[in-house]
């Protein structure tokens, strides 16, 4: 597709439950980064991939946060026995090159609510 | 460490006025700095950028100059319309981003 696409768009967990939310970025971007965004706050780094090598994953809440990018390209970000503080909008950006001065391009992004 | 501190909103303005959003960051090294909008109902997109000390960014009217001496990059426009009205945030490379500030634009 023309640009990043992220699913579902919403999704409701109830506590406890796992969930696991999609990134497809745009083909050929090398980079790709997950942020979390609270109601009313800017996106929160979580973690970054170039190509498939996770190499930072420093702004992971916790260890039920789980990220990986197996082949490159598709990313997935897992979190297990969701809680109420995870309920939040996750982003999903992908940019050409893995130097800092290259444009991000964002997903629509994906509305978890933990009930 | 590294973070970005941004103006904090919302702004209303009359349609025809000068804006100004003040960004300030703190960085080790030399970061690429940007300002990206959201519109209502979008997603986050790229306004402008400048990646290094006195760059100006410029776009759809908007500047905006990395400034070193005051660790600076506060995003200006000289007359602003209704379509202005968005959520703007100030970033430094990809990593740190300010709370955002949210502007409406009155006619």
């Known amino acids: 597709g023309a640009g990043v696409s992220q699913s579902p768009r919403y999704k409701v967990a109830k506590r406890g439950q796992d969930v696991a939310l999609r990134c497809d970025p745009i083909s050929g971007h090398v980079s790709l980064f997950w942020y979390q965004q609270a109601l009313g706050q800017g996106p929160e780094f979580l973690t970054y991939f170039q190509n498939e090598a996770q190499l930072d994953k420093s702004g992971l809440p916790s260890d039920r946060f789980f990220a990986e990018r197996p082949e490159g390209s598709v990313s997935t970000l897992k979190i297990q026995r969701t809680q109420q503080e995870d309920s939040a909008v996750y982003l999903c950006a992908s940019s050409t090159t893995g130097t800092g001065n290259s444009e991000a391009f964002f997903g629509q992004g994906t509305r978890l609510t933990v009930v | 460490g590294n973070s970005v501190t941004q103006m904090e909103g919302p702004v209303t303005l009359s349609e025809e006025a000068f804006l100004t959003i003040n960004c300030t960051y703190t960085a080790t090294g030399y970061p690429s700095l940007f300002w990206y909008v959201q519109y209502p109902g979008e997603g986050l997109q790229l306004l402008l950028k400048?990646?290094?000390?006195?760059d100006k960014g410029s776009n759809k009217g908007f500047e905006a100059t990395y400034r070193k001496e005051t660790t600076s990059f506060h995003l200006e426009k000289g007359s602003v319309q209704v379509s202005d009205s968005a959520v703007y945030f100030c970033a430094l490379n990809q990593f740190y981003f300010g709370t955002g500030t949210s502007l409406t634009v009155i006619p």
């Open positions: 400048a990646t290094k000390a006195d």
